[in-house]
């Protein structure tokens, strides 16, 4: 596969039970060694199909286990080193996104790329030696404009969104305030140099005076989590990739407490 940040794969699904019934035609086929997915006109079977290449292209025999292997699994590897990753499906309603991200238990095979992902990170942390992880899960929902929280108390509850003007202000102040205790020029050549990004999530705790802002650093940074009680992140932002660690850094616990990765806006 080349080596662009964002990779695009194709899977296409065989014909559910409907289009059999309606005796319909698979109209695309697929060069997996390509990468290549040619889509033939019903109506025009002389003319030659429609060809796109891809980074990956799967067919309908082709299992979510192969899948996870070739696309996945490289990005993966590449969050538990502290790269950020983000792999999502975009379809149509029915084109088989749930199939390929949450998959069936049985076959195993089948299983999808999120189970197989959370698995791949727990048996990176668990060989690990000398670092500590920090694994959150988040399971939002965005439906026409509405976010709500799937793993809140009340999974129906909207969440509050922010005035985007307002939030970059103070995106920027929290990022002068984390350059400040930064070290740059002071890191060793020879420390362990990590490309980490600095991702920011902002928090509305239900019963706070305040936001809080949280600065999370992924694995395999250690991280300690700014916001106290309860709270509900509503978007996360990467920012840049700023730090690095060495096995004696350490991070701020405590809200307010503007050490290491814990910072509080002005206003
Ligand atoms: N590769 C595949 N092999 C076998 N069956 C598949 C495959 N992909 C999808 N299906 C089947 O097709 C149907 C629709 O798939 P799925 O529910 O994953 O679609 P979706 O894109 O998530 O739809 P929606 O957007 O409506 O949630 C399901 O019955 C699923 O089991």
């Not at 060793?188 to 990590?194: H, I, K």
């Amino acid at each position: 596969m080349a080596s662009e940040s964002v990779k695009v794969v194709v899977r296409c699904r065989p014909m559910n039970q409907r289009e059999r019934e309606l005796n319909c035609h698979p109209v695309v086929t697929v060069d997996s060694a390509r990468g290549q997915c040619f889509i033939q006109n019903p109506g025009a079977a002389d003319q030659p199909p429609k060809q796109f290449t891809f980074d990956g292209a799967y067919y309908m025999d082709h299992f979510t286990e192969q899948i996870y292997n070739e696309i996945a699994y490289p990005l993966v590897e590449g969050v538990t080193e502290g790269y950020n990753g983000t792999i999502f499906a975009y379809g149509q309603t029915g084109s088989g996104k749930s199939f390929t991200m949450q998959g069936l238990p049985d076959p195993a095979c089948q299983r999808g790329i999120i189970p197989r992902a959370f698995e791949h990170i727990f048996e990176s942390v668990q060989c690990a030696e000398n670092t500590k992880f920090l694994v959150r899960a988040s399971y939002l929902e965005i439906y026409n404009e509405d976010v709500r929280d799937l793993l809140g108390t009340d999974a129906k509850q909207k969440l509050e969104t922010v005035n985007a003007r307002r939030a970059w202000s103070s995106s920027r102040r929290s990022l002068r305030r984390g350059d400040q205790p930064r070290s740059v020029a002071s890191m060793p050549v020879t420390a362990p140099r990590l490309w980490v990004f600095l991702s920011e999530h902002w928090t509305f705790p239900p019963r706070g005076p305040q936001p809080a802002v949280e600065v999370d650093l992924p694995s395999p940074v250690q991280s300690q989590h700014a916001c106290a009680g309860e709270c509900q992140s509503l978007m996360s932002i990467s920012l840049g990739r700023l730090l690095w660690r060495s096995p004696s850094c350490r991070w701020g616990k405590e809200a307010g407490k503007e050490t290491g990765t814990c910072l509080r806006p002005v206003g």
